[in-house]
Structures are given as C-alpha cells and as structure tokens.
C-alpha cells in the first residue's frame, strides 16, 4: 500500500511539472488531423512519464521522505539532459550543413568542435547530478537508479518493437558461400 501511494505521489508530482493549460476549443470532433496527433503525442508522453516514475520508484524503492527528495532533483537533471540533447541536434545540424554547404575548413572545424563540446556536455550532466543524487538517495539506490533507467529504456525498445507486429524472416541466399572441404 505505502509503495503504490508513493508511486502515485511521484506521478503527481511529474504531471504538475509538465501540466499546461487546454485549449478551450469546445468542439472536439473539430480538430484537425494536426491537433489529433498532437494530442495523441501528448498522450502517449504523459502516459510514458507516469509508467517511468512508477518504474522508478519500485525499482528504486524510495522512502516518501526520498521521493519528496530525489523527484526535484531527478526532473531538473532530465530538463537539462533535454536542453543538452537539443544543443547536440542544433550543433550536428549545423556540422551538415557545413559539410553539404563545402564550407571553408576552418568553418567545418569550428561546426565539429561546437558538436563535440555539445555531446560531452550532455554525457557530465548525469555525472554532475550523481553527486546529488548521492545526497538524497545514497550509493546504492543512485546505482539502481542508473540500472533501473537503462532497464526501462530497453523495455521499452522492446515493447515498441512487439508492438510492430512480427518481423519477415530473412534468409541467406543459397549457393553464396563455401563449406568446409568443398572446392572450387
């Protein structure tokens, strides 16, 4: 019981973190196609975010005194992961487009020194966080935290990839290759 209210306050707490106010369109069979999608999208991150803290939190099993903790912490980490992901695709757009421009050399130099800076600093902000996360859940629940993101990430590769329906088998082309002993 004390575990699913956690869950269920830690979901709060990411909600109202994301939470923006509706449009007040009246009408819903009025939308386009553009705004269905959209609210589709809205949807499916929201329902992500909530499997994700609930994840989180039995993975993690947090105390209520550490959730209260460690969910600040832990968004304003994931906003700056964010930010920084965001700087690494305006910085490798444009390193291509310095490449498809031929640009100068020193231009280009200038592109991929800008995309290297961005991806070692989207690769410190977990480091810089760990420190943090090591203050208000310790060691041991800051390593589960790290197993328990890369756990949830390929589950839910996974899940995406069921969801796609069964894969064609592919075979090999006979004839192609020499087994042991044959000669040609």
């Given at each position: 019981?004390?575990?699913?209210?956690?869950?269920?306050?830690?979901?709060?707490?990411?909600?109202?973190?994301?939470?923006?106010?509706?449009?007040?369109?009246?009408?819903?069979?009025?939308?386009?196609?553009?705004?269905?999608?959209?609210?589709?999208?809205?949807?499916?991150?929201?329902?992500?975010?909530?499997?994700?803290?609930?994840?989180?939190?039995?993975?993690?099993?947090?105390?209520?005194?550490?959730?209260?903790?460690?969910?600040?912490?832990?968004?304003?980490?994931?906003?700056?992961?964010?930010?920084?992901?965001?700087?690494?695709?305006?910085?490798?757009?444009?390193?291509?487009?310095?490449?498809?421009?031929?640009?100068?050399?020193?231009?280009?130099?200038?592109?991929?020194?800008?995309?290297?800076?961005?991806?070692?600093?989207?690769?410190?902000?977990?480091?810089?966080?760990?420190?943090?996360?090591?203050?208000?859940?310790?060691?041991?629940?800051?390593?589960?935290?790290?197993?328990?993101?890369?756990?949830?990430?390929?589950?839910?590769?996974?899940?995406?990839g069921d969801s796609k329906g069964p894969r064609?088998?592919?075979?090999?082309?006979?004839?192609?290759?020499?087994?042991?002993?044959?000669?040609?």
């Amino acid at each position: 019981m004390k575990k699913i209210l956690l869950a269920i306050s830690a979901l709060c707490m990411v909600l109202s973190l994301g939470a923006q106010p509706q449009k007040q369109s009246g009408k819903e069979q009025g939308k386009s196609f553009k705004e269905g999608v959209e609210d589709f999208r809205k949807a499916a991150k929201e329902r992500l975010q909530s499997e994700h803290v609930a994840y989180l939190t039995n993975e993690l099993e947090l105390t209520p005194e550490e959730a209260q903790a460690f969910w600040p912490v832990y968004n304003q980490a994931q906003k700056e992961q964010k930010e920084s992901f965001e700087k690494i695709g305006a910085s490798k757009k444009a390193l291509k487009d310095a490449v498809k421009e031929n640009k100068g050399e020193k231009e280009i130099e200038k592109a991929l020194a800008e995309y290297n800076k961005a991806r070692a600093s989207q690769r410190n902000v977990l480091a810089d966080y760990e420190r943090e996360f090591v203050k208000v859940i310790g060691v041991v629940k800051t390593a589960k935290l790290y197993l328990a993101e890369d756990s949830f990430r390929t589950r839910q590769i996974h899940r995406l990839g069921d969801s796609k329906g069964p894969r064609p088998v592919v075979s090999r082309p006979q004839g192609g290759s020499r087994e042991k002993g044959s000669q040609k």
